[in-house]
């Protein structure tokens, strides 16, 4: 099915560093959400944008909804080792389709002490 | 508890058999979501219930995927006739409706052998 596209597709980066990552669709979505998901558990909501150029934060968690409302960046400052797992944007695409998401490929995020 | 709960959160089954997962939502919330993820995925949408009303079954793979909510709180996916191709983690999701985010369980991981 259709998904959207998460880049990197991994990283290793260097506690405390800031870290950068985007998701980027071919359509238009009204609503971007950012999921975490750890091994063996399900997605965990970090940040939910609703409105083109929105900008949230969560703690060290910073989400932005692109003005084209075809991505969204997520940055984590000053990483920590819990911030280890997958990341996931998703959405309702505005094309029809109601509220069922879809979810971008993930982005792998590693920590090395 | 609080949470969106599945169960069982492993199954294993012999080719051909029938599996009967479960999903109990949070508690008042009215929309109930299953998704599929394969190993190194993203999920993927298969149904969505608005209380006991199936509204979209667009993303079940065929018609052995079968799911129900018959008094609008607990639902249950059957796939029957298993196949190996099956074999996936099953996410339940429920929200309070509209495009109120998606809280998810933490799975059922199926293996069919």
């Known amino acids: 099915g259709q998904q959207l596209n998460q880049s990197p597709q991994s990283m290793f980066i260097q506690e405390g560093e800031d870290v950068s990552m985007n998701c980027t669709s071919s359509?238009?979505?009204?609503?971007w959400l950012w999921y975490k998901q750890d091994p063996g558990e399900g997605p965990v909501l970090l940040i939910a944008?609703?409105?083109?150029?929105e900008l949230t934060s969560n703690g060290r968690l910073t989400a932005q909804f692109g003005i084209t409302r075809k991505d969204s960046f997520l940055n984590i400052s000053a990483s920590i080792p819990s911030d280890v797992g997958i990341y996931f944007c998703?959405?309702?695409?505005?094309?029809?389709?109601?509220?069922?998401?879809?979810f971008g490929t993930g982005t792998q995020l590693k920590v090395e002490l | 508890g609080a949470g969106v709960s599945q169960s069982p959160r492993y199954k294993v089954a012999k080719r051909g058999q029938d599996v009967a997962l479960r999903c109990d939502p949070i508690?008042?919330?009215?929309?109930l979501f299953w998704y599929q993820q394969a190993l190194g995925q993203g999920p993927e949408f298969l149904t969505y219930?608005?209380?006991?009303?199936?509204?979209?079954k667009s993303g079940l793979p065929s018609d052995r995927f079968f799911a129900e909510r018959p008094e609008g709180s607990v639902s249950t996916l059957k796939i029957q006739r298993t196949q190996q191709e099956d074999s996936a983690v099953y996410l339940c999701?429920?929200?309070?409706?509209?495009?109120?985010?998606?809280?998810f369980g933490d799975g059922t991981r199926l293996s069919i052998l």
């Open positions: 999701a429920s929200s309070y409706g509209g495009y109120q985010p998606q809280h």
């Open positions: 359509s238009i979505f009204n609503t």
């Open positions: 944008l609703y409105k083109a150029g």
């Open positions: 998703a959405g309702p695409p505005s094309t029809g389709g109601g509220n069922k998401l879809t």
């Open positions: 508690s008042g919330h009215v929309s």
């Open positions: 219930f608005q209380n006991e009303a199936q509204l979209d």
